[in-house]
């Protein structure tokens, strides 16, 4: 992991030109509706089921490692399947989902303001854009980004190739998430960052790393300068 960088505090910040932002739980927030979708695989084995707070105290990248620290005895499990498993039971449950409160106002600020946005996810691309047209959100990024399958690994190299595709200076790109992964990734590449609480990791991971960290995400729009 590479080393974090100093606290980033909210205000103008005039040389962000793009922003990139994660989709689930950043946007879109979708925490209960995955913690109901282990439970439904949990119940499916006779193991006891799990809380938003075990979930987001132990929920990270690669998803893989988190499930053992749920209950999941990992050696009688064949992945692919698992993880097949787990999107159906997801997308099963996607109807109850909405858009994060104020994530449409921000966006729209934004737009408004001529500020171009980028969605880069670890969500399978297919599935990800069928989310962001539900939400009808979808036009309001000039590029989407997802991964090629279900297991949700990194999206590391989703973001830096997105980058270059932009020839984007990485200090002028603001990553908004709700991981420490969105941490780690922006220190490696060198972005900006900004980390929502209510999201997958608990406040007090995400105010562990240094980075800088919003309870509203219509706080994004201050490093803009623009009013909330």
Not at 91 to 101: E, V
Not at 177 to 191: F, K, N, P, S
Not at 194 to 211: D, F, I, K
Request: aromatic letters at 8%.
């Amino acid at each position: 992991m590479a080393s974090m960088r100093s606290v980033q505090k909210p205000g103008k910040m005039a040389k962000v030109q793009h922003i990139f932002w994660d989709w689930n739980g950043t946007l879109y927030d979708d925490v209960h509706v995955c913690v109901a979708a282990l439970n439904g695989m949990l119940a499916r084995r006779q193991k006891p089921s799990i809380t938003v707070d075990l979930y987001t105290e132990v929920f990270s990248f690669p998803v893989k490692q988190v499930y053992p620290k749920l209950g999941f005895n990992m050696a009688d499990e064949n992945w692919d399947r698992m993880a097949r498993e787990y999107h159906d039971e997801y997308l099963s449950r996607t109807g109850d989902c909405r858009l994060r409160d104020g994530s449409l106002d921000v966006l729209n600020a934004l737009r408004q303001a001529g500020v171009p946005m980028s969605v880069v996810s670890a969500c399978e691309t297919g599935i990800l854009l069928d989310l962001l047209d539900r939400a009808k959100v979808r036009d309001y990024f000039q590029n989407i980004r997802g991964l090629s399958d279900l297991f949700a690994a990194s999206k590391l190299d989703i973001t830096r190739t997105l980058i270059a595709a932009l020839a984007a200076d990485p200090r002028a790109v603001l990553l908004v998430g709700d991981t420490l992964h969105d941490h780690e990734i922006a220190d490696i590449l060198g972005c900006r960052c900004a980390l929502l609480t209510g999201g997958h990791q608990t406040e007090e991971r995400l105010s562990a790393s240094g980075c800088a960290v919003l309870h509203d995400v219509r706080d994004v729009i201050r490093y803009f300068d623009m009013a909330p």
